[in-house]
């Protein structure tokens, strides 16, 4: 196990009719600034809830944060907070909600253009605002984590950001809030939390055993409750189990002392900032090609995955390897999640497509990637055209 700092401040509160909570969460002489999206925060109810538990403090709104949160939006957000001296985000929604929120607690006191926040990932920030959040879907683990990621729509620049300034305080967990969330969406928290779970375990051995047994314990669950979290009725022990996997499965636990990937990520976060595509899909989009490509470097934890997660002991190392990679994509073609790039809509030739993609990829830097670092532009391309 390698050395490690673990530090986690953030309170969680977890489950039903927690909301009004923040009734003593919240500072009482705080000047509140709420974050939410589109629609959903007020049409399930769940914004007037938290209106009324907070009370008579003083509370402005600001609407519209889009899915995959832009640069552009969030700024607008920043100009409020300085203009009317706001001094405590509440966001109420999932990881775009949450992570544009992070931005702003960021970007508020930063002296010089924000952008930069983004351009050296968040070390440059030295001050945030102090914020908490009302979790709506279970997926990016963003509620219990430093980091965030943001879009700049001008220029196709989808950049993450973490700084140990922008944990959120507290994060309020109701399973019961997920029950309006489309069968979509909840295909995309189990495969997010699923490819979170994969970017810090499935590297290779760093005799790391309890967060071997806790990333393996993870993965089992998501697969055990997916069936079930998809089905017509919600049922509140799944969705309790659903949210918590998600939140431990990328709040710092399972990735102290271990190796870990991230390339899916990276270069699924390219397919979104070109083609639109909601982030878990491009995950399940990169990851088994990835895997496949990846084989001789990830041999001994593919083993150890093929047989702890899908119980797959017969045939020899090739074989088993070949078939958990297959098992991998049908669990997320099993989500309603197509694993090729030519299943969606991109709008040229998906060899065009991992051109650009690629060209994306150079410009960013991301040209050594992975547990190794050996995700090359030339595996990238690979990897990209084999998942075509
Ligand atoms: O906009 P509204 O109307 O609120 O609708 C939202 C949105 O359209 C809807 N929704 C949320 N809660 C709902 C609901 N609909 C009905 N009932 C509810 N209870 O769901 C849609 C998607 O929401 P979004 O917040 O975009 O989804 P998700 O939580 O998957 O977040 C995705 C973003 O998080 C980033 C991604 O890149 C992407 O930008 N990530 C953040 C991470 C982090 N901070 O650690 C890590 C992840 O790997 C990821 O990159
Ligand atoms: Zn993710």
Redesign the pocket.
């Known amino acids: 196990m390698r050395n490690f700092e673990f530090y986690n401040p953030t309170k969680i509160i977890f489950g039903a009719k927690t909301v009004a909570k923040l009734a003593d969460l919240v500072p009482a002489n705080a000047r509140v600034l709420l974050l939410?999206?589109?629609?959903?925060?007020k049409t399930?109810g769940t914004l007037d809830e938290v209106k009324a538990a907070l009370g008579s403090r003083e509370v402005q709104e600001f609407a519209g944060i889009e899915?995959?949160?832009s640069f552009e939006t969030m700024m607008r957000a920043v100009e409020l907070v300085r203009r009317e001296k706001l001094d405590f985000l509440l966001a109420v929604?999932?990881?775009?909600?949450i992570?544009g929120t992070k931005f702003v607690a960021a970007a508020a006191g930063y002296d010089g253009d924000p952008w930069e926040i983004m351009q050296k990932h968040g070390r440059n920030v030295k001050s945030a605002l102090p914020f908490g959040s009302v979790l709506?879907?279970p997926?990016?683990?963003?509620e219990m984590?430093s980091?965030?990621?943001i879009m700049r729509k001008s220029t196709h620049e989808k950049f993450s950001f973490m700084n140990r300034l922008v944990f959120p305080q507290f994060s309020i967990l109701d399973p019961t809030?997920?029950y309006?969330?489309?069968k979509t969406?909840i295909a995309?928290?189990i495969a997010?939390a699923f490819v979170?779970t994969i970017e810090q375990y499935l590297t290779f051995p760093a005799q790391a055993m309890p967060q071997d047994r806790f990333a393996e314990g993870l993965l089992q669950t998501l697969i055990e409750i997916a069936p079930k979290a998809l089905s017509m009725e919600p049922d509140y022990d799944t969705r309790a189990n659903m949210m918590w996997v998600a939140t431990l499965a990328?709040n710092g636990l399972i990735g102290a002392g271990v190796p870990q990937d991230w390339a899916t990520?990276m270069i699924g976060?390219e397919i979104?900032a070109l083609y639109g595509i909601d982030?878990?899909r491009t995950l399940a989009i990169v990851l088994p090609s990835l895997l496949n490509v990846q084989r001789e470097q990830k041999r001994a934890k593919l083993l150890q995955y093929a047989d702890r997660v899908w119980h797959i002991t017969e045939g020899s190392e090739e074989e088993r390897i070949d078939q958990v990679i297959l098992q991998t994509r049908q669990f997320f073609e099993s989500l309603g999640i197509k694993t090729r790039l030519s299943g969606y809509e991109l709008g040229v030739a998906p060899a065009e497509a991992v051109e650009a993609i690629i060209g994306l990829l150079d410009a960013h830097g991301m040209t050594a990637l992975g547990e190794a670092q050996d995700v090359t532009l030339d595996v990238s391309r690979v990897i990209l055209t084999a998942a075509i």
């Open positions: 939410f999206g589109g629609a959903s925060a399930t899915p995959n949160p929604g999932g990881g775009s909600v992570d709506t879907l997926a990016t683990g963003s984590n980091g965030g990621v809030k997920t309006t969330l489309p969406q995309n928290g997010d979170h990328l990520h976060h979104t982030h878990a």
